[in-house]
């Protein structure tokens, strides 16, 4: 199985800072990698595939990057809505594997 | 608008069995694979089948396999999940996502809490 490692697991922020998160996997998926958002108590959001592709209607202040095992996700001003936890995710292989996830809190 | 609602939830004794149903709407349901995601209370998002659009293929997560059994009715757009054998550590919400044909989980249901207790 392929193991995906998020880092950090946790990160305080400002409103209006740039922030990153890196998600690594353990051999190499291509662009296979997706992200995700997900606020406390609801459903899970998709905001990129093909480790770089934002779905329709995503700010264009989320950007993501990378190619084989390492990935980042940014995001270039956050704002208070993007409080929340991020998940990366392969889609190279079954099993589908998600990182462990990456809080984002307000400083 | 896409819609995807989940239901068949509840409480369940260990060893016991649960059916979980997601009707789809807003998309042509049969040219799309469809999954169940799980979230254990204060966890991850962990992955538990996928379903092909014809559901000719079927995969499931090591977690559960031979317990639980993914299924579609394309005639009714609804996707269904049997879980058997049911286990302390399988307590979670179960959403139920659409897998577009280049976007894995495009859209999401809002869950169904299964809780697995005596």
């Known amino acids: 199985d392929i193991q995906m490692t998020q880092s950090p697991s946790s990160l305080s922020a400002s409103v209006g800072d740039r922030v990153t998160i890196t998600c690594r996997a353990s051999?190499?998926?291509?662009?296979?990698l997706a992200w995700f958002q997900q606020k406390p108590g609801k459903a899970p959001k998709s905001l990129i595939y093909a480790a770089s592709t934002l779905l329709s209607g995503v700010p264009s202040k989320f950007s993501g990057s990378g190619f084989g095992t390492d990935f980042t996700l940014t995001i270039s001003s956050l704002q208070s809505e993007d409080f929340a936890t991020y998940y990366c995710?392969?889609?190279?292989?079954?099993?589908?594997?998600f990182g462990q996830g990456t809080k984002v809190e307000i400083k | 608008e896409v819609h995807l609602l989940e239901s068949g939830g509840g409480l369940v004794q260990p060893g016991g069995s649960l059916r979980l149903s997601c009707a789809a709407s807003g998309f042509t349901f049969n040219k799309y694979a469809m999954s169940w995601v799980r979230q254990a209370p204060g966890k991850g998002l962990e992955w538990v089948s996928t379903?092909?659009?014809?559901?000719?293929?079927?995969y499931y997560a090591d977690s559960v396999k031979g317990r639980f059994t993914i299924s579609r009715d394309n005639s009714k757009n609804t996707v269904s999940m049997q879980m058997n054998s049911l286990r302390a550590e399988d307590t979670a919400v179960y959403y139920c996502?659409?897998?577009?044909?280049?976007?894995?989980?495009?859209?999401w249901g809002q869950g169904t809490l299964v809780t697995v207790s005596s």
């Open positions: 996502a659409k897998n577009d044909l280049v976007i894995p989980f495009d859209y």
């Open positions: 995710q392969q889609y190279y292989s079954h099993p589908r594997t």
């Open positions: 051999q190499a998926i291509s662009h296979y």
């Open positions: 379903i092909s659009d014809s559901g000719g293929s079927t």
